[in-house]
């Protein structure tokens, strides 16, 4: 949903979806968007508020508004239900805020690429019960893929980057990535 688009009667669409959901996401802050940031703190807030109400974890997008976001997520109380940073691009200090905040962080094919440096960073510095994988298909192909549209199967390709640079087995990592997603979305046990 973007939030250029975003009124109150979505609002209340998005509160009526909540019975159906297992998280509340995308909602952010991004300031590579036309719309202001003003407009979408105001959104940003009252999606998270939707969220605490109803005691569903949040999914968030977060593109260079990273200390914004963590005081909306912390001032709403978004502690209090957790959830995801999705394809986190922010440094290993501030996810380690978000973390303490109660939130897990995501990584994405970003890892496979040879110029990345804050990813690796996070992958190799996180602690291994926070973080989680995505594909955030069909973008950030990994690098291997490079071009095309990005599909779910090739979340391996990120899972062996990150394995790598953890030094550990791409299984094991899977496998502890795949238990914190059910954690942090209890939800999707029942989908
Ligand atoms: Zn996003």
Same mark, same amino acid.
């Given at each position: 949903?973007?939030?250029?688009?975003?009124?109150?009667?979505?609002?209340?669409?998005? !509160?009526?979806?909540?019975?159906?959901?297992? $998280?509340?996401?995308? =909602?952010? #802050?991004d300031?590579?968007? +036309?719309? &202001?940031?003003?407009?979408?703190?105001?959104?940003?807030?009252?999606?998270?508020?939707?969220?605490?109400?109803?005691?569903l974890?949040?999914?968030?997008?977060c593109?260079?508004?990273?200390q914004?976001?963590?005081?909306?997520?912390?001032?709403?109380?978004?502690?209090?239900?957790?959830?995801?940073?999705? !394809?986190?691009?922010?440094s290993?200090?501030? $996810?380690?805020?978000? =973390?303490? #905040?109660?939130?897990?962080? +995501?990584? &994405?094919?970003?890892?496979t690429?040879?110029?990345?440096?804050?990813?690796?960073?996070?992958?190799?510095?996180?602690?291994?019960?926070?973080?989680?994988?995505?594909?955030?298909?069909?973008?950030?192909t990994?690098?291997?893929?490079?071009?095309?549209?990005?599909?779910?199967a090739?979340?391996?390709?990120? !899972?062996?980057?990150?394995a790598?640079?953890r030094?550990?087995?791409?299984?094991d #990592?899977?496998?502890?990535?795949?238990?914190?997603?059910?954690?942090?979305?209890?939800?999707?046990?029942?989908l």
């Amino acid at each position: 949903m973007y939030s250029g688009l975003v009124s109150p009667a979505l609002l209340d669409q998005l !509160a009526m979806l909540i019975p159906h959901g297992c $998280a509340v996401g995308e =909602i952010g #802050l991004d300031t590579t968007y +036309s719309v &202001s940031l003003e407009r979408q703190e105001a959104l940003f807030r009252q999606q998270v508020q939707i969220a605490v109400q109803s005691r569903l974890p949040v999914l968030v997008h977060c593109r260079n508004a990273f200390q914004k976001t963590l005081s909306i997520l912390a001032e709403e109380g978004a502690g209090q239900v957790g959830g995801i940073m999705h !394809a986190f691009s922010g440094s290993v200090d501030m $996810a380690r805020q978000f =973390i303490r #905040l109660g939130f897990a962080i +995501s990584l &994405s094919g970003t890892v496979t690429r040879p110029n990345a440096v804050k990813p690796l960073d996070l992958a190799r510095r996180l602690p291994l019960d926070h973080l989680v994988l995505e594909t955030d298909a069909p973008d950030m192909t990994p690098y291997r893929y490079r071009g095309r549209w990005n599909r779910p199967a090739w979340i391996m390709e990120t !899972a062996r980057a990150v394995a790598e640079l953890r030094i550990m087995d791409p299984a094991d #990592l899977a496998q502890a990535c795949y238990d914190n997603s059910l954690r942090i979305l209890p939800g999707l046990r029942g989908l």
